[in-house]
């Protein structure tokens, strides 16, 4: 069974790592605008929302041993760990078979994803870490992509579109800027060349104390057996 198993990351961790001020990114053209606003739908800097196209391969510990998933997008892994946290293996099949934003978002809507209150309840304080897990590593094995992120600086991120604001209108430029963070201090800025493996996602519960305890590495994976 997925429902309980997903880690309970809290807040608090991403606050612990929230961005530090750094006077310069190296070896990129920095954006020197205070607010980037990040909006697919109204095509502002599309290349860095996740809806962009950055294939990269995770490992993903489940009840039936390990398997290892590429997807096309963040979009695309975060549905897919959706439709793990609803117990819903058919509409996970539907998800990897597709790549298109729109099509994903719908995959998961209330009609054709039904959750029950305690899923809905854990996806909600779960889904923001799972975001950031998933897009570090979106850039983390796209160096090129990763440079276009540092080059927006120490500019403020925001993320407004035509609709009506949601969590997401303040989560996703925290998990984005938080992501710029730990690729610079993961030398990502200095173009250094790297060997990055996928990470191992694993969707075993974690206790308060391991919480807690977690520490800048850990992170970078979120869920690891406790």
Do not use: C
């Not at 807040?11 to 310069?24: G, N, R, Y």
């Not at 989560?171 to 610079?184: G, I, N």
Request: proline content about 4%; cysteine-free; aromatic content about 8%.
């Amino acid at each position: 069974r997925y429902s309980g198993m997903i880690k309970k990351i809290s807040d608090a961790i991403l606050e612990s790592v929230k961005p530090k001020e750094v006077a310069t990114v190296a070896k990129s053209e920095v954006v020197t605008e205070d607010k980037i606003n990040i909006y697919a739908g109204t095509g502002e800097n599309a290349d860095l929302s996740n809806f962009a196209n950055r294939p990269f391969t995770i490992n993903v510990e489940t009840p039936s041993g390990s398997k290892k998933f590429t997807f096309q997008s963040v979009e695309q892994g975060f549905h897919f760990y959706k439709a793990m946290a609803a117990e819903n293996p058919t509409v996970g099949k539907k998800i990897l078979e597709t790549t298109n934003g729109g099509k994903l978002r719908s995959l998961t809507n209330r009609n054709n994803l039904p959750m029950t209150p305690s899923q809905v309840k854990e996806w909600d304080e779960t889904s923001k870490s799972i975001m950031l897990n998933l897009m570090y590593d979106s850039y983390a094995q796209n160096p090129k992509e990763a440079s276009k992120l540092l080059a927006t600086g120490n500019s403020e991120i925001t993320h407004n579109g035509p609709y009506k604001e949601d969590r997401w209108t303040k989560d996703f430029p925290e998990v984005v800027m938080t992501v710029r963070d730990m690729l610079r201090e993961e030398g990502f800025e200095n173009n250094e060349v790297r060997e990055v493996k996928p990470q191992q996602l694993s969707l075993f519960e974690t206790t308060s104390e391991s919480i807690i305890d977690i520490k800048k590495e850990a992170l970078k994976t979120l869920f690891f057996k406790s």
